[in-house]
């Protein structure tokens, strides 16, 4: 569920696994719209399980694009979404 509360940091789970080793996972990140992507640290979690947090000040609650790269020993490259298709993160809204 990619969204959050308004004013509110969110931490964004994801699994990375590899036969091997997971040399590498970035987060690419950027309020929707923005030119720019920057990398946010992902935090390595239990096994093969990482997150990343996305601060208010960060999203402000708008809307944030974001995509995973990560790399293995070999040099492979794997990605979850991309710069050109992003994952969304969106404010969640309440309605009655």
Not at 31 to 36: D, H, L, R, S
Not at 85 to 88: A, D, Q, T, V
């Given at each position: 569920d990619l969204r959050y509360s308004r004013g509110k940091p969110v931490t964004v789970?994801?699994?990375v696994t590899d036969d091997y080793h997971v040399k590498t996972?970035?987060?690419m990140a950027r309020?929707?719209?923005?030119?720019?992507y920057q990398a946010?640290?992902?935090k390595a979690a239990a096994s093969g399980e990482y997150d990343v947090e996305i601060?208010?000040?960060f999203h402000d609650n708008k809307t944030v694009?974001?995509?995973?790269?990560?790399?293995?020993d070999s040099g492979h490259i794997s990605q979850l979404g991309t710069a050109d298709?992003?994952?969304?993160l969106k404010k969640h809204f309440l309605f009655f």
């Open positions: 789970p994801f699994l996972v970035t987060v309020q929707a719209g923005a030119n720019e946010l640290p992902a601060t208010p000040a694009d974001l995509y995973v790269v990560a790399t293995d298709k992003p994952l969304e």
